[in-house]
């Protein structure tokens, strides 16, 4: 196996173990994270909790099962909406040219000339906290760097032989865009899509740190750390563990988003 | 190249424009009556009208619009519903902070990264070790970083205060909770412009020539790395400023980012109106800066 190969293989199989445990979790550990027991608040690891319990005595094993699923959720859907809706702004943009473009174009320049995660913050205060709304506001971070890059892809493949056949045999733009820019775009697409979702879940949990993003008592890996930072001294374990879940999936997006750059890079 | 320069230099202004708009857009679009979160619940019906005459909000949107670039294009950014005080003197009294923040970190991400990234370039027994160090340092969300070394540098070992301390000292821990993506990306960047640089032609005959190794890399090799990593500092500062506002939460540091966040919490919309577009000029100002510093470095753009 080369090295690269050994990356994306890594990569892989870290998040492979995140989304299978933010999904199969629920299932096999039925214990609530919602469930309070004030008694046993702040405990260290027991055979009832085996990661012990937070600040309102609820089980942090279940709580970072659900967390996870609720952060990972985000930052796809986050990505997803905003990779979908820049990927047809700069295609359109790259593609049909004229005012459009010019239009297009300066939307894109203006959103990135806030840096990106003041953009979300903006976003993300002038809508209410919930998970759909942080996953906007993760989207419309994203959506610029999509635009960029694939308006840029656009007016590359606008010059191959193959469209302008196509639209001599009389295609019509909207079936060449379908038919073959999306297609020749969508191994970019992928890359694009891998490498973002390690900023996407930076900036959804950095935003729920600040208390932006789900309110409790959901439970979301930023969240956690921000109730957890009260207890740092007597309950350290609350701010380690979600800490951990969070860095894993990084490292395996960005293991991942690294290998495909390459294999892209080498051409094969 | 004056030529080029020029032409930037227009062509942001209608990005400013659009920005002042879209934030403009954003603030109004917030819930509740900002004279309300002025005056208070106590206030009365007949003060709520005349504090809304003089804030103007009950114009139209065109006329509040155009009233908000009138003001800022005379240096006014506007007043905070909390304090009273201009949002630019609150600004200017939080950005020591900030600026100190962000100007260590990048030095300290600068000296760390580019150093390792030569080092491992020229030594390739290193690249292994140092880039598996590269991947853990990318992956720390900076919030958690912060925290872990709060607890074990001033938790566990009393070296230096947890948060909120005072002078120097309490700076430290901060830089490094924000130096460590940075530097993990700088070093990447680094090695794989420096492995391309060592390869180059031009090295070889500088090398074929006898000069000493520092002068080697010091003088041939560095200068031709400087360029993409200019832009990449550049580029940056963005990501540096938003990491400050996590760091400076987590640290309850009284800088820029973290009157941010207050502001937004306490929906005091003139200041995140007014700070968010002035953070946003700088930062166009400072790509600016960054263009013109690669005519220092690179003599061949000068013709």
Known sequence: MTKRNRQTFIGLLLLGTMVTVALLGPVLYR?????????RSLEGPSPDHPLGTDELGRDLLSRIIHGLGITLLISFSGVFLGGAAGSLLGLTAGYFGGWWDHFATGCTEVLMAIPGFLLALVIAITLKSSP???????????????????????????????VIAAGALGARRRQILRWHLLPNSLPLLYTLFVQRLSSALLTASGLSFLGLGPQPPLPELGSMLNTGREYLWVAPHLCILPGIAITLCIIGFNLLGNGLQRTKANGN | MLHYLLRRIVHTIPVLFGLSLLIFLLMRALPGDPALLYAGLEATEAELSDLRERMGVNKSLLEQYLAFIESVLHGDFGTSLRSGRPVIVELAMRLPITVELALFSLLGAGLLGIGLGIAAAIHPKLVTPLYLLSTIGLSLPVYWLGLLLILFFSLRLGWFPPAGGLGRSSLILPVLTLTTSTAATLFRLTLTEYQAVTAADY?????AKGISNLRLHGKHGLRNTLIPLMTFIGLEFGNLFGGAVLTESVFALNGIGRYLVTSVIQRDYPVVQGAVLLICSVFILIHLVVDLIYLAIDPRLRR
């Open chain 2, 203 to 207: 090295m070889r005959t500088a090398k």
């Open chain 1, 31 to 39: 214990i609530s994270p919602f469930e309070q027991d004030l008694r």
């Open chain 1, 132 to 162: 759909l709304n942080l996953s906007l506001a993760v989207a419309i971070f994203t959506l610029p760097g999509f635009a960029r890059i694939l308006r840029a892809k656009a007016l590359e493949l606008r010059e191959q032989e193959y």
